[in-house]
């Protein structure tokens, strides 16, 4: 499979993480997480929320479901800094169960492969466990979060300079004129 096929399959499957994922964010809720997300992914510092341990183990997570091949992924959006802060906002009861979740995956690399944390293994191992548990809470509340960590305006703390939208082909615009989509191009043409 193509990396372009598997990213279109990928966020073809969108839909269903946020749907089996254990949070929903809400426009407030994204609000609340943007000024202090913004101000530690420009500083690069440290966690609001997550202790570095943490942070780490999270962000090795969130870089396999979007991950860096020949273009940039998760990492480089920032998006561990928007799940910092999400998960210490509004959204604080989802903490515990990620800890959680983490802390599974972390038995799963020493029980399997004898290797202290998940994200000490190598990408293929990773990804092997992640395949594991694809269908729980845990792994779709993480792929919600790097998906919207990833893509969201970069206001909101993650989308470190665009990234995300330049893997779509998103352009930014302060306007945008007609026609706007195939449609309004096909009636335009037709002089209507």
């Not at 989802?94 to 190598?122: I, K, W």
């Not at 466990?129 to 729980?136: F, G, H, P, W, Y």
Request: hydrophobic share 45%; no cysteine; glycine share 10%.
């Amino acid at each position: 499979m193509s990396t372009e096929s598997s990213r279109r399959a990928f966020l073809t499957s969108v839909g269903s993480a946020a749907g089996q994922s254990l949070i929903l964010l809400s426009l407030p809720a994204l609000i609340s997480a943007r000024v202090a997300a913004q101000a530690a992914q420009a500083s690069m510092t440290g966690f609001k929320t997550l202790g570095q341990e943490e942070a780490a183990g999270l962000a090795a997570v969130a870089a396999r479901i979007i991950p860096t091949d020949t273009t940039p992924g998760a990492t480089e959006a920032g998006a561990i800094y928007f799940i910092d802060n999400v998960l210490g906002t509004s959204r604080a009861e989802v903490l515990a169960p990620v800890r959680l979740g983490l802390a599974s995956l972390d038995v799963s690399a020493q029980s399997t492969y004898d290797t202290p944390t998940f994200r000490a293994l190598d990408p293929g191992r990773q990804d092997a466990l992640l395949k594991a548990i694809e269908t729980t809470p845990f792994f779709n509340t993480m792929r919600y979060l790097t998906i919207a960590g990833t893509f969201s305006l970069p206001e909101y703390g993650g989308n470190r300079n665009g990234v995300g939208w330049d893997l779509l082909g998103f352009e930014m615009r302060h306007m945008w004129e007609p026609p706007f989509g195939f449609y309004d191009a096909e009636y335009a043409r037709e002089g209507r």
